[in-house]
């Protein structure tokens, strides 16, 4: 079974022995740990950790010459076949400063995709929500961010106008 699996299988033990509702995941945590119902192995562990740490790396941010807020930290993910054949993810991570350009524009395409994708899953689970669970009006959501990036440009070039006035 993957460990996958077997978490969303310990949810369901919580949501059925302790709460029917929205689940909180520190809660289903903190009931697993103290039930026993989960402790990682030395590899759950490993992969816990790194986890951690590329969140860490994702939540990096400096400003540039222009008073930008960027990410310092960037990632590409590459799949490779171990001697059977088995598909191996491997994530690897580049300071901005020192990235080369083809590592930024594969991490950039990277992040692109996986935005799209999850534009993608709110699509299909906002229209089955509408369609089979939703008693009132449908929800709507616009998947078109042009509007979301113009406001956000203005307030930085707000931004930099305040600051060049004072």
């Not at 350009?101 to 509408?130: H, T």
Request: glycine share 4%.
């Amino acid at each position: 079974m993957s460990y996958n699996k077997k978490i969303l299988e310990l949810v369901e033990t919580y949501r059925r022995e302790v709460a029917d509702g929205a689940l909180n995941p520190r809660e289903i945590a903190a009931y697993m740990i103290r039930e026993q119902k989960w402790e990682p192995s030395l590899k759950e562990a490993m992969s816990i950790l790194a986890e951690d740490i590329s969140n860490a790396l994702r939540t990096q941010y400096g400003y540039d010459s222009r008073g930008r807020r960027v990410r310092r930290k960037h990632s590409v993910r590459h799949v490779t076949r171990d001697a059977e054949g088995n598909a191996k993810q491997m994530v690897l991570w580049y300071d901005i400063e020192i990235a080369p350009p083809q590592f930024m524009f594969e991490s950039f395409q990277q992040r692109r995709g996986a935005i799209a994708d999850d534009c993608w899953q709110l699509k299909q689970d906002v229209d089955s929500y509408n369609e089979n669970y939703n008693k009132a009006a449908p929800i709507q959501v616009m998947l078109d961010f042009s509007e979301d990036m113009e406001e956000r440009q203005a307030d930085l070039d707000d931004g930099e106008s305040g600051a060049q006035a004072a």
